[in-house]
């Protein structure tokens, strides 16, 4: 009886320890971290105004939404993570672009 719920047991956990992988998003995480903390150096060096602050953080939060609808069925598919991950590429290339134009420095 004991092996019986032992087993029962380690299943449980096998599929449980699976669906938190299939959820999981480490590296959409770990550049929405990167992507806030390049905001928010733009917006305390002066190379961003607030309306592009506001608008890089509307893209964000966007990714955010986005990251979240996908997760809700239980499983990140590939699919979603490639376009989660076209999403970031997008914002930090706006971050870039932002960051080194002549607008917050000529305001």
Request: aromatic content about 0%.
């Amino acid at each position: 009886m004991k092996s019986i719920q032992l087993a029962a047991a380690l299943v449980a956990t096998l599929i449980a320890g699976s669906v938190f992988a299939q959820t999981n998003t480490p590296n959409v995480d770990k550049r929405q971290e990167v992507q806030q903390k390049r905001v928010a150096k733009g917006i305390e060096s002066g190379t961003l105004t607030a309306k592009e602050a506001t608008n890089l953080e509307k893209r964000e939060t966007k990714i955010e939404a986005d990251k979240q609808a996908a997760k809700a069925d239980g499983v990140v598919t590939g699919a979603e993570r490639a376009k989660l991950e076209k999403e970031e590429n997008r914002a930090s290339r706006k971050i870039r672009i932002k960051k080194h134009n002549a607008s917050a420095t000529t305001n």
